[in-house]
């Protein structure tokens, strides 16, 4: 099983992981890490760390919500020591999508997937209706 780390500004990743159990019920390996007001790039690193070392025996993939924000850049500084996928937009269907995909596919297939499926969460209903 894959395991996930959301990864957001505040307490977005934690709305979003509720949320999701929610929708799916309790949901194992899964994490959220959320960088607060006053938290240093530094603090948010050792926050990110603690919770990827809970997962050291399981492919993981890292959802950041905003490119380049610094949850995005700490968790890409991450990536030269760690081995793991990075996604940045996560939003409430990509995180379902993943939560309910990952136990089958393989990372490369899961990656492949979640990119096809995150350009159809965000839709101009105007336009479709």
Do not use: W
């Amino acid at each position: 099983m894959l395991s996930i780390i959301i990864v957001s500004h505040g307490n977005l990743s934690k709305a979003l992981v509720e949320t999701a159990e929610m929708v799916l019920g309790e949901q194992k390996n899964l994490s959220y890490v959320g960088m607060q007001p006053n938290d240093s790039p530094e603090i948010l690193k050792g926050k990110i760390l603690k919770v990827i070392h809970t997962y050291p025996d399981t492919p993981l993939c890292i959802f950041t919500d905003i490119l380049a924000g610094t949850p995005f850049n700490t968790v890409a500084m991450l990536s030269r020591d760690f081995e793991f996928l990075h996604i940045s937009g996560v939003n409430l269907p990509v995180l379902v999508e993943a939560l309910i995909s990952r136990n089958n596919a393989k990372t490369e297939d899961f990656r492949q997937s979640i990119m096809a499926h995150a350009a159809n969460t965000i839709i101009d209903v105007n336009t479709l209706l």
